[in-house]
Nanobody
Framework: HVQLVESGGGSVQAGGSLRLSCAAS????????WGWFRQIPGKAREGVAA????????YYSDSVTGRFTVSRDNAKNALYLQMNSLKQEDTAMYYC??????????????????????WGQGTQVTVS
């Protein structure tokens, strides 16, 4: 079965950096669109960044553009989120997610405003 496992979260001071990782198994990684989302208790989930494992196209929310970088390693079945210049408002539970396979994405394609099929359990990021 599909399993997504996030790691790399933790506590950091404002202005610092963290790198999140997502290890995927039970899925053909290169056939999917991959995203990072975050959620604060009591608030709606927010799309942060996404990447197409097929062609490497990337997508970012306005709130993280210029500070966060999403990447993937198809050979390692891994997704990453490099987070720099962290702010207190970046504090949240961060989730990785997969959408696809590509031939099923339809007109929405890859990005942050589409439905994702598979989700990890999340990793907490706290910025103080």
């Amino acid at each position: 079965h599909v399993q997504l496992v996030e790691s790399g979260g933790g506590s950091v001071q404002a202005g610092g950096s963290l790198r999140l990782s997502c290890a995927a198994s039970g899925i053909t990684f290169s056939n999917y669109c991959w995203g990072w989302f975050r959620q604060i208790p009591g608030k709606a989930r927010e799309g942060v960044a996404a990447v197409s494992a097929n062609d490497g196209s990337t997508y970012y929310s306005d709130s993280v553009t210029g500070r966060f970088t999403v990447s993937r390693d198809n050979a390692k079945n891994a997704l990453y989120l490099q987070m720099n210049s962290l702010k207190q408002e970046d504090t949240a539970m961060y989730y990785c997610a997969a959408a696809g396979p590509f031939w099923m994405l339809g007109r929405d394609g890859c990005g942050l405003s589409r439905t994702y099929n598979y989700w990890g359990q999340g990793t907490q990021v706290t910025v103080s």
